[in-house]
């Protein structure tokens, strides 16, 4: 027996509201036609009666758009079909209404708004009703000298001269028979207020013996054209009439030079002391492939032996190895350590009247232990010492001159003390304020700068008191920067403690007078960073800054290649040779003959996909030789 089953749709019913009324010439509000029950979609949707407003359209999806072009009360009605096997159909009707605008009126606001002689100017009068296009001109009085009316109503050009300038300006549409208002406005233009010249950027430092790179100063205000002039020395250098730095730098040092600036109208600007920087010229440097360690590292700590050899831990694993500057190779160590660490501190003790004298202190890592062990370069072996007495993570640990290791902050404000004697932990005076990302140096007076990790807060830390006390603050909030502290170079700089990063900015502390002062700004392009770089002192005391990374953008974020010195000279940096590898996160270990040993780290590359990306992040096993 053959039985049939038959499925019937429901009765389509459109929804029926009023629709939206239109005025002549101007776009249509819009209206989707839409079935409210019943049919199998997709709808497809036709006028069958009447027709719509001419100037608008009727798309099969029931859409209705246009811009009405006459005006009156047009009924139509519209059908929609479904998609069923059997095609349903459903009818509905409406009228739609279109008006004729009124005739045009003016808006009085917002008045036009006052303008500055020599600074461009823009404005759109604007009316309501009358048939567009609506056509504007000025029929009383007489506008500035440099502006102009268009017929689309806007004032726009560059004021040439001053003073209250009444004006009448007519509006006329596009009626059969043109309607039109008027309405009258006073334009202002006054002068500009007296020049201010830029502090930022500063000048980028030079070079004796090169072309000094392009730098013009700028001010704000003032009527162009503005005459620059200077006082102060600049061997070699001069300062045009417009503003721009350039010469051939003579001599080196840091150049004060007061900045002086008056305009057109003869108004001047307040006098700015401004600092040109000048370093001597040095050999060019290179960065040169030496032997890939044994395994990607990043988070690692590099540490330089008392045999000259070079200990590369963790990161985030729990091998290490050795490099040999003999060779330029890496080996594994025979041991491993207890644990896989990254983010950990590794501390060279030094001193030869206390016992564990020559082993590496390998302290914290990966934010969840309290372990620490001990390198021993005789037996290449890791064995387990005291425990630290709280959690860290992105501590700091510092050789004092008693022998003990201070361990500093690390997502805390605690301290402690490792003592190679006894091979324990113990507490010290708090910091405070809780650090992280934070830097400490050792002062050679025995006192440690902490700098950073929370805010732009910096204290010094006592070992004959064990008590931390705030100093002066930096300049800016730093976190994850660098802090070098300088000898070698000049008797004024020697003993100061350079922070620099991670934006473009740096600055000096100075132990004596516990305040910072800022120094030139690194030489990287301004959208650059040197968030993961490394500074590491060389013997003829400048400071290699190397690596970091463009910053987070709609471009995303990449690794940059670039280093640089500063020199204490000028107080200032200069770019030097580039990294092979671009690079951050690395480690940067000076050896016995002066060289810089950088290993590993990650590069960050951005991929472009449609109006975004993703970074890619590779970890490096590389290693490179900076000279």
Do not use: C
Request: charged letters at 10%; proline letters at 7%; a negative charge.
């Amino acid at each position: 027996m053959t039985e049939s089953l038959v499925i019937n749709d429901s009765q389509m019913v459109i929804s029926t509201t009023s629709l939206p009324t239109g005025t002549v010439t101007y776009p249509y509000a819009g209206y989707s036609f839409t079935m409210s029950s019943g049919g199998s979609p997709p709808f497809t949707w036709n006028v069958t009666k009447g027709s719509v407003p001419s100037g608008l359209m009727f798309g099969t999806d029931g859409s209705l758009s246009g811009t009405p072009t006459s005006a009156g009360s047009f009924p139509f009605t519209v059908t929609a079909t479904d998609s069923a096997q059997t095609p349903q159909t459903a009818p509905a009707s409406f009228v739609l209404v279109i008006s004729n605008p009124g005739p045009p009126v003016v808006n009085p606001t917002p008045l036009p708004p006052a303008g500055t002689n020599g600074t461009v100017y823009g404005y759109s009068f604007t009316a309501n009703g009358g048939f567009l296009p609506l056509s504007w001109k000025l029929t009383s009085g007489a506008l500035p000298t440099g502006l102009t009316l268009g017929t689309d109503g806007a004032l726009s050009g560059t004021p040439t001269s001053i003073g209250s300038f009444p004006i009448a300006v007519t509006v006329t549409d596009s009626a059969p028979t043109p309607a039109m208002n008027t309405a009258l406005f006073t334009l202002v233009i006054s002068n500009p207020p007296p020049p201010t010249i830029n502090t930022a950027p500063v000048p980028p430092t030079g070079i004796v013996g090169t072309l000094y790179p392009f730098f013009q100063f700028t001010a704000g205000g003032g009527l162009a054209p503005l005459i620059w002039s200077e006082t102060g020395a600049l061997p070699g250098l001069a300062l045009s009439i417009d503003g721009i730095l350039s010469g051939t730098p003579s001599g080196a040092g840091i150049f004060p030079i007061t900045l002086n600036v008056i305009d057109q109208l003869k108004q001047s600007a307040a006098s700015t002391l401004v600092t040109v920087r000048v370093s001597l010229a040095r050999p060019a440097a290179t960065f040169t492939h030496v032997g890939n360690m044994t395994v990607a590292r990043t988070g690692h700590t590099a540490t330089l032996l008392l045999s000259g050899k070079v200990l590369v831990a963790g990161g985030p694993n729990a091998s290490a190895e050795l490099y040999d500057p003999t060779s330029e190779m890496f080996t594994a160590t025979i041991g491993l350590m207890s644990i896989a660490r990254s983010g950990h501190t590794a501390t060279l003790l030094a001193d030869a009247a206390l016992a564990n004298h020559g082993k590496v202190l390998m302290a914290g890592g990966a934010g969840t232990t309290l372990t620490a062990e001990l390198y021993d370069p005789t037996t290449n072996m890791f064995t387990a010492t005291g425990s630290m007495q709280a959690m860290r993570n992105g501590q700091t640990a510092t050789l004092l001159n008693t022998g003990q290791v201070l361990v500093a902050g690390g997502a805390t404000a605690s301290a402690e003390l490792f003592d190679p004697a006894s091979g324990t932990f113990s507490a010290t005076g708090d910091m405070t304020v809780s650090r992280t990302g934070h830097t400490a140096t050792l002062l050679p007076d025995g006192t440690v700068l902490i700098a950073g990790g929370a805010g732009a807060t910096a204290e010094l830390y006592d070992p004959t008191s064990g008590k931390f006390t705030a100093t002066g603050n930096m300049s800016e909030s730093r976190s994850g920067h660098t802090a070098t502290l300088l000898a070698g170079g000049t008797v004024l700089t020697n003993g100061k403690v350079l922070i620099a990063g991670p934006d473009i900015t740096a600055e000096l502390f100075d132990p004596a007078s516990g305040s910072f002062s800022s120094v030139g700004n690194l030489a990287i392009l301004y959208y650059a960073s040197v968030l993961g770089s490394t500074a590491t002192l060389r013997k003829d005391g400048t400071v290699v800054v190397a690596g970091g990374q463009i910053r987070p953008s709609y471009s995303g974020s990449s690794s940059i290649a670039n280093a640089e010195l500063f020199a204490s000279e000028s107080e200032g940096f200069t770019a030097t040779g580039s990294l092979i590898t671009a690079r951050q996160g690395h480690t940067a270990t000076e050896l016995g003959d002066g060289t810089v040993l950088v290993t590993g780290g990650y590069t960050l590359r951005f991929i472009r996909q449609g109006r975004g990306g993703i970074e890619i992040r590779t970890v490096l096993s590389s290693a490179e030789l900076f000279k």
